[in-house]
């Protein structure tokens, strides 16, 4: 069965920090680009970052530019978001999603993991 679980989500201080992590089992990640995505409360699902396969290309919505950083560990088949300088508007439920480019559709999703920034 093939599976994208998120974790690392919580509840953080505005200022603060996390690191996301997207595990995929059932498949390897080495051929597909992962994108993480976002939707918060009334809001619709925006795209936050993507990586390529390789991991040789990397995008930012403007909004987390300077903040985020995707990466990725093939050989174990995850794929990261360090999120830094965390804002109240950072909070949402955050999904990672198999792609077969980061100009693609979505294959499939995560189940998503919650980030609340809040004092």
Known sequence: QLQLVESGGGLVQPGGSLRLSCAASGFTLDYYAIGWFRQAPGKEREEVSCISSSGGSTN????????????R??????????????????????????????????????????VTVSS
């Open 73 to 114: 560990d093939n050989a174990k088949n995850t794929v990261y978001l360090q999120m830094n300088s965390l804002k109240p508007e950072d909070t949402a439920v955050y999904y990672c999603a198999r792609k077969l480019s980061c100009v693609s559709g979505v294959l499939h999703w995560g189940k998503g993991t919650l």
């Open 60 to 71: 930012y919505a403007d909004s987390v530019k300077g903040r985020f950083t995707i990466s």
